[in-house]
């Protein structure tokens, strides 16, 4: 699983997270958010995950031509249309999913054919930290909103280490050529540096830190599943139905720990050890 920044470990601190609403305040939030806006706004979401469904087909499958002007229609519509509705709550999940065309834009559209694999996450990853830091400025996100304390160490300890699991899961099922020349700690220190900072820590700011927060403010408890689903779906690429379900329970399990534990630490961890394995180990193990 797989799609970077400055001083991450200085933002983070030794508090415990704020203290979780009960399931009857969190149904009571996602309905006063649904009654404060058109009901057709709310399966609005499920039209764009659909459009970015086809694009992602289209890209990988089709005409990766196609799926660009698709991708840049989308990211379009996902900007004007959070900009129209700004009065309602799914403004700020309109304006988060335009993280996926962008992503999917940067990964097709840049000169990357110079750098070796490996490289192409880091460079990508850079324009992304840059439209977090803008998005998470306009939604007036703070560090707390977005996971950066550390709760319980032992708990983020616990699921942290859940992708030495999932990281061999994903490799027997696609079986993907080292991203290295050799399994040594020489050999293996930077690239596995750059896989959790560029993919692991990258990815869930994203997608559990930035856009389900927003996706629960609009959707309730089931923007979890959406945005699951949308990160399953950017993950077509590996034309394997086997690694979309998948990603798609990794996915979820790592939004359900984020909501718990209202921590991005452990599943930052995770999902970079899923990628140090699938990329950097488990080829020369297996």
């Not at 840049?72 to 900007?79: C, D, Q, R, S």
């Not at 540096?193 to 927003?214: C, D, N, P, Y």
């Not at 599943?225 to 998948?246: P, R, T």
């Amino acid at each position: 699983m797989e799609l970077t920044g400055h001083n991450i470990q200085s933002r983070l601190t030794t508090d415990e997270p704020d203290p979780q609403p009960d399931d009857a305040e969190q149904n009571a939030g996602a309905r006063d958010a649904q009654t404060a806006m058109p009901v057709w706004m709310s399966y609005l979401a499920l039209v764009y995950l659909v459009m970015i469904s086809a694009a992602e087909v289209l890209a990988n499958l089709v005409n990766p031509h196609a799926g660009i002007v698709l991708y840049g229609f989308v990211l379009v519509a996902f900007l004007v249309h959070s900009a129209a509705s700004w009065r309602y709550p799914i403004h700020r999940l309109l304006l988060t999913l335009a993280f996926a065309p962008l992503i999917r834009l940067l990964s097709m559209s840049l000169p990357l054919a110079r750098f070796p694999l490996l490289y192409w996450y880091l460079i990508t990853s850079v324009p992304l930290y840059a439209a977090a830091v803008v998005i998470t400025r306009v939604l007036k996100m703070d560090r707390r909103e977005l996971g950066f304390v550390w709760g319980k160490p032992l708990t983020q300890l616990g699921i942290g280490l859940t992708g030495l699991a999932f990281g061999v899961i994903e490799y027997l099922i696609l079986r993907p050529e080292p991203l290295v020349e050799s399994l040594s700690l020489g050999s293996v220190w930077l690239p596995a540096l750059i896989l959790v900072v560029s993919t692991g820590l990258a990815e869930e700011l994203i997608f559990r830190a930035i856009m389900q927060r927003a996706a629960i403010g609009a959707l309730g408890a089931s923007g979890i599943v959406y945005v699951a689903g949308l990160f399953a779906v950017l993950h077509l690429g590996y034309k394997s139905l086997a690694d979309f379900v998948f990603v798609f329970i990794v996915a979820l399990f790592f939004g359900w720990a984020m909501q718990r534990t209202r921590s991005i630490v452990g599943i930052t961890i995770a999902h970079g050890l899923t990628n140090v394995l699938l990329f950097l180990v488990m080829p020369f193990l297996v």
